[in-house]
């Protein structure tokens, strides 16, 4: 069947994240019963395990039931109506070549990608651009060509505050997947819990998880799941502050003065507390090797966060022992202290081949320049907003933007699609912007259940993807509203259980 497509305009195209550059024909490909893929890759490809999904979801939109009959030819398959190139598995890894060109011709679908990071890429654009008339499922005929803007495109979820089971993590993967997003950033531990199981020291969960945790078998689980979606897994472990569930296990790391068994507990309220690790004790540091010996291994990513926010400091000033460190060492104020945490940590790291991560709070004066800044305070901390995320970048820290992105505050969804800090780098030279590695949405979840978790997320989180993935000038609101409406159907496919209303889509 011949389907006119004239009358489609690029604008009515519900793609998201907006591709770089986009020609759109007039023609379409029509699918039918007996489509056919060929995929030219290497056999470990992400590509195989991509283009399967890829097939089911349009099983799922259009009742075709797609034969899986993959062509794997060394060359381009004549016969074939979907040809995939693309070479080698990409590394998990940031500032990975993830561009795709997509070109659909009436008679034939090409895919081509450097690797398989930006063939799966390609696949979601192409599931985007399925349309239907009241005879057939087609694609419009277009020629795209597509890269990121930023290489950073992240998603954080709080799995201390409430536990979040491996399936909401899963289905949130294949939504961040769905929106060319490639950094899940887990917050495992905090004062409301420490949620992954560390087989040398049980207590940790015993003690300090209320029984809500990962093993070590699901973590690798949903590590294995990411990777196969071209998603790299941050782990977090909150340190020295945001302790509470670390030191209700092992108290005697703590700076109270009083730091035996039942002086920390696992606190049930949000809010910031002052369990803070001590220093200054060298079992602190034994303790803390041996959890990164055991959680390291299992994220094969290089980058480590180890938290560093809201340290109160209110237990190192009451502590005369640490004040007396503090004084020997000429240590003008926590900062210092801190800092002197924070670089023992590197080594200890960089021995599993892991970078440092941290929230803003570890920039400080003698901090070393290998570590990752994120930048979370803005005009409720008395910043400007971008101010530290700038600061970072000229201070010579490569660095990620989560201030503005707090989709735990439910702000409109225009706040996060209009942060201008990524823009706001006029002043700063090209070596200076190189620094800025992109964003995350902080999914903060004092108030975010496993039942509600997903109406937090999305679909504002795809107006922050675009933001991170599009040209700075993809600003129109009125046309993210309109694709927005699209878009929450497209996560209800990979499973999201958002409430699609007009509130949620339009705020
Ligand atoms: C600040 S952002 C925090 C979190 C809270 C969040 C609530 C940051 C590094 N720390 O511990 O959950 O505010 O919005």
Known sequence: VFVSNAQIQKEQLDLMPWPQKIDLGTGTFALNKNFKVNITANPNSRIFIGATSFLRRLDNRTGLFLPQNFLTQINESPEAELQINCGSAGKIEINENESYELIVTSSKITLNAPNDLGALHGLETLLQLLQNNSTSYYFPTVSITDAPRFTWRGLMIDASRHFQPVAVIKRNLDAMAAMKMNVFHWHLADDQGWRIQIKKLPKLTDLGSNGNFYSQEEIKDIVRYADERGILVVPEIDIPGHASALLAAYPEIGSKVDNGIGSYAIQTNSGIYNAVLDPTNPKTYQLLEEIFDEVCPLFP?????????????????????????????????????????????????????????????????????????????????????????????????????????????????????????????????????????????????????????????????????????????VNDLQSLYKRLKTISFRLEEVGITHIRNKEVILR
């Open 301 to 473: 990513g290089a980058y480590f966060h180890i938290g560093g926010d809201e340290n109160n400091g209110k237990e190192w000033a009451s502590n005369p022992r640490i004040q007396e460190f503090m004084k020997k060492n000429k240590f003008s104020g926590k900062h210092d202290l801190q800092t002197y945490f924070n670089m023992k940590l590197i080594p200890m790291l960089k021995k599993h081949s892991k970078k440092l991560m941290g929230w803003e709070e570890i920039m400080t004066d003698n901090m070393s320049k290998d570590a990752i800044i994120h930048a979370w305070r803005g005009v409720n901390e008395g910043l400007q907003p971008g101010e530290s995320l700038i600061k970072a970048a000229k201070s010579g820290y490569n660095t990620v933007l989560s201030n503005g992105f707090y989709i735990d505050l439910m702000l409109s969804i225009a706040t996060h699609y209009q942060n201008e800090s990524l823009s706001k780098n006029a002043l700063l030279s090209p070596e200076e912007k190189a620094r800025i590695l992109g964003g995350e949405a902080a999914m903060w979840s004092e108030l975010a259940t496993p039942l509600n978790i997903d109406s937090r997320i999305w679909p504002r989180t795809a107006a922050i993807a675009e933001r991170l993935w599009s040209n700075e000038n």
